[in-house]
Antibody
Framework: EEQLLESGGGLVQPGGSLRLSCVVS????????MNWVRQAPGKGLEWVTA????????YYADSVKGRFTISRDNSKNTLYLQMNSLRAEDTAIYYC???????????????WGQGTLVTVSS | EVVMTQSPATLSVSPGESATLSCRAS??????LAWYQQKPGQAPRLLIY???TRATGIPARFSGSGFGTEFTLTISSLQSEDFAVYYC??????????FGQGTKVEIK
């Protein structure tokens, strides 16, 4: 059974940094692209970033480009999101999600974690 | 960026009735359209992909249709567990992958 578990959320001041982690199990991690999707309080879903199974290719939403970095450690079955220069508008629940298609980078998301809340406030 | 527009924003339906949700793309996305269900306090769950293929474990009362720019999610004979927010998402022209703003299906 596919499982994804995020951690690392919390309260951070504007301009600060935070690193989120997502540990997965139940599938061959390196075979699948992975994504981060966020949801501001009471709002809809916003795709943030994706990474290929090997980690060689990454993709970002314009709203986070240059501030956020997605990475992965396939030996640890772990996905990361390094968030720098955080702004109030980055406040959201951050979900990691598995791309459905093996062998590529997919933004069709078939399994999601429960999310971790990031609050950017002074 | 492909803009996804869902209608209506809220749909009030009685249990046992059917619900029809719409999603429109600002440009063609072929059949690369997914629907997700989200209940309060939970992560989204994939319901439909390829515009009309049910994901693993999704009941047959959920069906999707459409191609290009116009898509529909139909839920027949609504059960209590179906009252939730539904999002469409295109994965044809990305990045960025884009979601609609959601349709809340509530009990009438």
């Amino acid at each position: 059974e596919e499982q994804l578990l995020e951690s690392g959320g919390g309260l951070v001041q504007p301009g600060g940094s935070l690193r989120l982690s997502c540990v997965v199990s139940g599938f061959t991690f390196s075979d699948y692209g992975m994504n981060w999707v966020r949801q501001a309080p009471g709002k809809g879903l916003e795709w943030v970033t994706a990474i290929s199974g090997s980690g060689a290719s990454t993709y970002y939403a314009d709203s986070v480009k240059g501030r956020f970095t997605i990475s992965r450690d396939n030996s640890k079955n772990t996905l990361y999101l390094q968030m720098n220069s955080l702004r109030a508008e980055d406040t959201a629940i951050y979900y990691c999600a598995k791309g459905k298609a093996a062998g590529g980078t997919s933004s069709l998301l078939d399994y999601w974690g429960q999310g971790t809340l990031v609050t950017v406030s002074s | 960026e492909v803009v996804m527009t869902q209608s209506p924003a809220t749909l009030s339906v009685s249990p046992g009735e059917s619900a029809t949700l719409s999603c429109r793309a600002s440009q063609t996305v072929s059949n690369n359209l997914a629907w997700y269900q989200q209940k309060p306090g939970q992560a989204p769950r994939l319901l439909i992909y390829g515009a009309s293929t049910r994901a693993t474990g999704i009941p047959a009362r959920f069906s999707g249709s459409g191609f290009g720019t116009e898509f529909t999610l139909t839920i027949s004979s609504l059960q209590s567990e179906d009252f939730a927010v539904y999002y469409c998402q295109q994965y044809h022209n990305w990045p960025p992958a884009t979601f609609g703003q959601g349709t809340k299906v509530e009990i009438k």
